[in-house]
């Protein structure tokens, strides 16, 4: 991984230039005003003594730098930020700022914008951008205009590595493994073969072309449209034993991955051009046998209906790429930056257990292969004339989910012996595309005002436009028969009993489900135009303001397809103006030193498909989604404060506390279905948020006379959030549920006044200790993260909110650089989860438990060798 080999000096030196000309500036004009006022040439240099990447920023902010990306050893950009104060990870991908959720957090590629392949979210998941891509992330936790006005927790800018100085070239390799996984029992399938173990599928999962072009026809494919010889040759073009048929390992892959990076420049007499190429693939297992119940209210207890226990086994491989091209011209900066990411999951999954709603001991089988996608070409430049600066940027993005061949199989326990019954029981095959395209432009404008009045004024200007663009369908089909077959048809084993054979009027007929719940396709789109005015500058001695105003026009659709009717649906659509203000005030009172304040107004839009009336299976967590068409804008006032102290470069300590009043939050709830619970979502009437942040970094060197002691940079970090979230639900308040068809309903039906927002942990604390030798060339540390209980879901009307608890994780990371064929080389090690925390979902009532979703996590371990060729 790149990171591992920028030096720190690097670092610094990069910060210095850029903090040399404020530098100067400052020193200038305290050598011009020194001999009238000495006072305040004092003031002037206090403020810029410290070169601290957090500090120079005008907002309260948290940054994960480059040396904490190596120290941390982190896979990804989702991971790194928990080490943040005030940051959890949900999902293993979407990170919650200040215990808000995703929606509340806006993420960016470079000051770009991205989409999402997630039918969930519009926030690109994090676990998409692996490290060996970063430089560094920035999450700004106060509003600021230049960006755009969906701010809630915070603004998570990810920052791509730069073409280098000095040419290099590196190859990392690391392999690892799972005690609950590696080399254990687990389930697989054959799906496309051996390219299925490079995330490529080779062509096993396309949609047949029979069934393409019964689609193309307009019509449900079934018996009223398509002749019985057509269904039964459509039926039979459908993959069978290489999708449909669970196989038992018990010798579960282990994990690794594979990293190639290069770069170097060349300098001209009129500039330097430069060039930089990275290339990763990453494949990881995790096997997973999990307790999962549902249950109802009853005399104050939870009963349960639904006792199942469910064995999955998942492959996750990941590749990606990024390239760079920059341009060099005396005071002119281009940067053309394309970054690609391919994130699959296959998986298999058995599912058994007492069933009430289906009267029986029953037993679901999945198939599974999910492909997420990721392209994005930025095109930047930066120009300097002088006093005033200018910075334009252009985005392009495409990302996609592939979903084929979702496939379940439920079979039956008679005389235990499992059975499956086509004309009565379960069994479908799902196919699933999500595109989403986003396309950007932006430009910035900053001129440095000489006046009388102001010191160091900056006043700044700029426009950007945004427009996304999704369409997301599906395609549900299933076998069913004209009788009862006998028991020995039923008996077969599940490849035997889907082959052609079986397929024809007197046996299996194919018939189409699509849109038998909800909507079986929908478009999108969001465009927004925005414009904002900013002044910072020193208002008083030692006191520096920021403040502006955007203005911010939204247009989001969001419109269900019924693919069967000629005839469109209503669109439902969202159209606003906000003028969102926000200033921030710091005070350097002293030299290492200063307080900042600000407060400002921001918006959180609802995604689109929770929008959208479609029906969505999430793998992670065992659920079905369901959109509402009748959600609105969620608006909200920030207001935060923060004392900072620092020591040196990296090594600080700060206090701080903020407040958010949310009108019309956002929530997830849930609702009992025929087929089981299906979660939605509606607007909350209110809420508040509240809560105060500690952080504390520093560097240790001892003087014992201990070889081992002395020589070492000892390090402690530390940070802990308290975070308190209320729901407000008054008497009269009203909620427009889905279920209710846009009628409004008593809020408190489906909200409690006083619960806590979804996703907020009350407690979540970070701990690191470790040490690196004076040169770096070694490092140990121990990380510990913990959060405290938190809301999932909202239960149904009646009963306890869905909960879970992530409780402490220990990992422990070494790095040793050493020379080796005279080349340097970096040996790594990483050990996670120490503690074996599990993964617990729940709901309790009345000292009763319901374990929605219970695992082991279990405990991984891996080596890494970097060679710097």
């Known amino acids: 991984m790149i990171q591992k080999f920028r030096p720190l000096a690097g670092l610094l030196l990069c910060s210095t230039a850029l903090l040399a000309p404020g530098m ?21 240099v206090r403020g810029r003594n410290i070169p601290e990447v957090m500090r120079e920023t005008s907002e309260v902010a948290s940054i994960v730098t480059a040396e904490d990306l190596v120290r941390q050893g982190d896979d990804n950009a989702a991971q790194a930020l928990t080490r943040l104060a005030g940051l959890s990870l949900v999902s293993g991908k979407f990170v919650y700022v200040r215990g808000l959720g995703e929606r509340y957090s806006s993420a960016l590629l470079n000051g770009s914008p991205l989409p999402s392949p997630e039918p969930l979210q519009r926030t690109v998941p994090l676990d998409l951008f692996p490290s060996n891509v970063l430089a560094g992330v920035n999450v700004q936790k106060t509003y600021s205009v230049n960006y755009p006005g969906e701010f809630g927790g915070g603004l998570i ?45 080779d062509g096993t999962r396309e949609l047949p072309l029979l069934v393409r072009r019964g689609i193309e026809t307009g019509n449900r494919i079934d018996s009223s449209n398509f002749s019985s010889d057509q269904l039964t040759a459509i039926g039979r073009s459908f993959q069978n034993a290489n999708i449909n048929l669970l196989q038992s390992t018990n010798d579960v892959s282990a994990n690794g991955s594979v990293d190639v990076a290069g770069g170097r420049s060349w300098s001209f007499d009129w500039g330097k051009v430069g060039a930089l190429a990275i290339f990763g693939y990453d494949s990881s297992w995790q096997t997973r046998d999990a307790a999962q119940q549902e249950g109802v209210v009853s005399l104050q207890s939870l009963s349960v209906t639904e006792d199942m226990r469910s064995s999955s086994t998942q492959n996750d491989v990941v590749l990606n790429g990024l390239t760079q091209v920059a341009l060099e011209l005396d005071n ?59 910075s334009w940027r252009g985005s392009y993005a495409r990302t996609e989910r592939d979903a084929p061949y979702e496939r379940q199989v439920r079979y039956r326990r008679v005389n235990n012996e499992f059975l499956h019954n086509p004309q009565l029981d379960t069994n479908f095959i799902r196919f699933a595309e999500l595109e989403d395209k986003a396309t950007g432009a932006g430009i910035d404008v900053k001129y440095r005002w000489e006046n009388p009045v102001i010191a160091d004024l900056t006043v700044s200007a700029g426009y950007a436009w945004y427009d996304s663009e999704r369409i997301s369908d599906s395609r549900a089909f299933r076998f069913t028969m004209n009788f009862t077959p006998d028991l020995n048809f039923q008996r077969q084993r599940v490849d035997f009993l889907y082959s052609d054979f079986n397929i024809g009027p007197n046996g299996l007929i194919l018939r189409e489900v699509t849109g038998a719940e909800g909507a079986a396709a929908y478009t999108a789109s969001l465009t927004t135009h925005g414009a904002y005015a900013q002044a910072e500058g020193e208002i008083l001695p030692a006191v520096r303001a920021t403040a502006g105003v955007r203005f911010e026009s939204g247009n989001q659709s969001v419109q269900a397809i019924d693919l069967f009717s000629a005839t469109p649906l209503v669109p439902r659509v969202l159209k606003n103006d906000y003028w969102l203000p926000a200033a921030t005030v710091t005070w350097n009172f002293a030299e290492d030193q200063q307080l900042r304040a600000g407060v400002s107004k921001t918006i959180a839009r609802p995604q689109f498909r929770e929008q959208a009336p479609q029906l969505y299976f999430d793998p992670e967590t065992d659920r079905t989604f369901i959109g509402n068409p009748f959600l609105l804008d969620s608006e909200i006032v920030n207001v935060d404060a923060r004392y900072e102290r620092y020591f040196d470069r990296g090594q600080f300590a700060t206090l701080g506390v903020f407040y958010k009043d949310i009108d019309k939050p956002i929530e997830a709830v849930v609702n009992e279905s025929g087929s089981g619970l299906q979660q939605s979502f509606l607007n909350a009437p209110r809420a508040v948020l509240y809560g105060a942040e500690a952080e504390f970094k520093k560097y240790f060197e001892f003087t014992t006379g201990n070889a081992l002691i002395d020589g070492q940079r000892w ?10 979230t209320k729901v407000k639900v008054g008497a009269n308040d009203v909620v427009f549920p889905r279920t209710a068809l846009g009628q409004p309903a008593p809020a408190a039906n489906f909200v409690i006044d006083g619960s806590r927002l979804q996703g907020q942990s009350e407690h979540l604390a970070n701990l690191q200790l470790g040490f690196e030798t004076l040169d770096g060339g070694t490092q140990a540390t121990f990380l510990a993260n913990y959060a405290s209980e938190r809301t999932t879901a909202r239960g ?49 009532l009345g000292g009763t438990k319901l374990r929605l979703n219970n695992y082991e996590l279990g405990r991984s371990v891996s080596v890494s060798l970097t060679a710097r060729l």
Not at 162 to 182: C, H, K, M, Q
Not at 837 to 844: A, I, R, T, V
């Open 24 to 44: 100067a500036l400052a020193q200038a004009a305290a050598d011009g005003a020194a001999a009238d006022e000495g006072e305040v040439a004092e003031v002037l």
């Open 157 to 201: 800018d990810i920052r791509t590595v730069d073409v280098p100085d000095d040419p290099f070239l590196a190859l990392s390799v690391s392999l690892g493994g799972n005690d609950e996984t590696t080399g254990k029992r687990g389930l697989t399938y054959f799906g496309g073969g051996d390219s299925d173990l490079v995330g490529i599928d």
């Open 332 to 390: 002119h900066t281009f940067k053309w930056t394309n970054f690609y990411v391919r994130n699959v999951t296959k998986e298999a999954r058995s599912v058994t257990g007492d069933s009430t709603r289906a009267s029986q001991f029953i037993r679901d089988d999945f198939t599974a292969w999910y492909q997420r996608e990721l392209i994005d070409t930025q095109l930047t430049g930066d120009h300097e004339f002088g006093d005033l600066e200018v």
């Open 715 to 724: 390090l402690v970090a530390a940070n802990y959030s308290y975070t308190k």
């Open 796 to 844: 149904q009307a009646g009963a306890p909110d869905f909960e879970q608890m992530p409780g402490v994780i220990v990992d422990f990371t070494f790095r040793h650089r050493f020379e080796a064929w005279e080349r340097e080389f970096t040996f790594g090690f990483e050990a996670r989860n120490l503690l074996g925390e599990e993964f617990d979902e729940y709901q309790k």
